[in-house]
């Protein structure tokens, strides 16, 4: 047994030998790249069907497209990485299944909603760190015209969206968590639990995952001892607008104000004013491409030198939603910091 | 970094310290409890509703009783399980999200299709071999209803069932790993990678997967160094007869006859003459509940010592599949040692 490895308070762990963050990459859709952080994924595709004839096609497309570029960037081959902790937001991870399938690498299939990126970045830091492999990849997508088939209304029908409604991104994130060194290190995570306030508006994800960010964010400060200004930035995934007003409430009321360090990939992701978002990005690609373009840029510049990355998943089914059920959320921490 | 944790061969880990399995339960259906494994089970549960209104909730009641049943009988609260690693068959894991959110464990929701119990105990071993974590919770379900609502027919059509089809086990097993003492030991895993031979029918799971299996266990026992006999059993989770007699002759292509140790748990659960289940039992919960009902007891009793247990995964999804794409497996394989 190694006990180096220490679980601290309720619900995290600290590494006692930090993996590194090596390698990452970003791609994302005509739209993001149009967005505030356009300028900061490495490659923006044009086609929205990324060259395939179908939604689901385009995203495993998309998928395949940001490891070949990941791996090309880190001069590494398929061989060279010993797992990957990957997932999407369709049913039975079909982006996931027909984007990696040429790759041959060992995957874990994984379903965290929008949360996804925290999870496989948790669990790669985990195999690193237990000292299992020494390259691990995670990886997590979405494409908005997937997304809306899946959880809304065909494309073609052209429904309005509410004002508290986020906008699938489409984007996909990927990195290699390795030994020994990198851009960046994974110091700590935090699990998230699954929470439900009984909150049934499946248009309104923010407010349905506020309440797991809080919970995970609360604990993550708990279990390490630290207030908010520890971080330079407490990033969640796709709260948006609404989401960030609610966090911060609850936040508030359990004594910890985070509203001067947080920041939402949602709210980031796109102009409000021009691109017609309303209350903002989300998606598993969302946080993931923002992680993989924006945040781990900042943090290999040293411009922000310790991050609480927390991506928020909606356990949005579109069959549950249907007939009657909440939405619950889950969210997970990652302490990213620099080197 | 703890390089204890070896990683043999292309795709396997060897423990330096292994983790142990130390409490198993598992919670059936009236059909599963008829068939020739039925006393092995905990419960056999005689209300395929599970006393709820749809298909989804009874599969998330159904997940929900086996948590309760395997905490009662290992003396423990939900405090003390320090992750969960759980999934199901449905879009979105809705049977997971609902089913384990009242007991409040930090969890990492997965999708490996019918290899998810592998999957799960793969992780859960690393997670405590790793040092992370003292008890860590595994888990998978299937219902037959909920499976058959989501990739074929609804109940109500009354269609016919293919020759080559299998019958959607309604089941659950869960099962505690820990460290220093336990009924049985976790040796060792082998990860799956995505196999795809391009089959597209849909109804031939067991064709589907066999390659996948194939694979996964050609690996583990050239990364090990051991022949077939080593194990007393070679346990895939729900092929049938049609993707045993497939993974047998791909095994032999390649120069290894695991035709003397195979065992299959799609073909243990129903009895073929009797049952009108036509190629076996599949799903999620088909390999979860034989393991936390049939396997563990006869390693827990040393009537077998040395098991490698492979459950088999077809990532069928039922969009990609309307769309004309094949149907790729995946199949995990850890070893399981008496102690």
New interface residues.
């Given amino acids: 047994?190694?006990?180096?490895?220490q679980?601290v308070g309720v619900?995290s762990?600290k590494f006692s030998?930090p993996p590194y963050i090596q390698h990452y990459a970003s791609v994302v859709g005509q739209k993001e790249g149009d967005g505030p952080l356009g300028s900061h994924f490495d490659i923006v595709e044009q086609d929205n069907m990324f060259g395939k004839n179908?939604w689901?096609?385009a995203e495993s497309a998309l998928q395949a497209k940001t490891v070949q570029f990941l791996l090309q960037k880190a001069n590494l081959t398929p061989k060279d990485v010993?797992?990957a902790f990957a997932?999407d937001?369709?049913?039975?991870?079909?982006a996931t299944?027909?984007g990696?399938?040429s790759y041959?690498?060992?995957?874990?299939?994984?379903?965290?909603?929008c949360s996804t990126m925290g999870?496989g970045l948790?669990?790669a830091s985990?195999?690193v760190?237990?000292?299992?492999?020494d390259k691990v990849l995670a990886l997590a997508s979405s494409h908005f015209a997937s997304a809306e088939k899946?959880f809304r209304f065909p494309l073609g029908y052209g429904s309005q969206r509410k004002f508290c409604a986020t906008y699938t991104v489409t984007g996909c994130g990927a990195l290699i968590v390795g030994?020994?060194s990198g851009i960046a290190k994974v110091t700590g995570i935090t699990?998230?639990?699954?929470v439900?306030y009984g909150y049934k508006e499946k248009d309104n994800m923010g407010a349905c995952m506020a309440p797991a960010a809080a919970d995970t964010i609360y604990n993550n400060l708990n279990d390490f001892g630290v207030n908010p200004n520890h971080y330079d930035r407490i990033i969640t995934g796709d709260l948006g607008y609404v989401g960030q007003t609610i966090l911060i409430d609850i936040l508030k009321t359990k004594g910890y104000d985070i509203s001067g360090v947080h920041m939402d990939c949602g709210i980031e992701m796109f102009d409000k004013d021009t691109q017609d978002t309303n209350a903002g990005g989300s998606g598993c690609g969302c946080s993931a491409s923002t992680l993989c373009g924006y945040i781990l840029g900042q943090i290999e510049k040293k411009i922000w030198n310790r991050v609480l990355f927390v991506p928020t998943g909606a356990?949005?089914?579109?069959?549950?939603a249907n007939?009657g059920?909440s939405v619950?959320g889950?969210a997970h921490g990652v302490v990213i910091e620099s080197v």
């Fill in positions: 047994m190694n006990n180096n490895n679980s619900q762990i030998t179908n689901e096609e010993r797992y997932g937001l369709l049913g039975q991870l079909m299944s027909f990696l399938e041959n690498i060992p995957l874990f299939g994984l379903y965290g909603a999870e948790s669990l985990m195999t760190g237990g000292g299992y492999a899946t030994a020994d699990t998230g639990r699954i439900d356990l949005l089914s579109p069959v549950s007939e059920n619950p889950i």
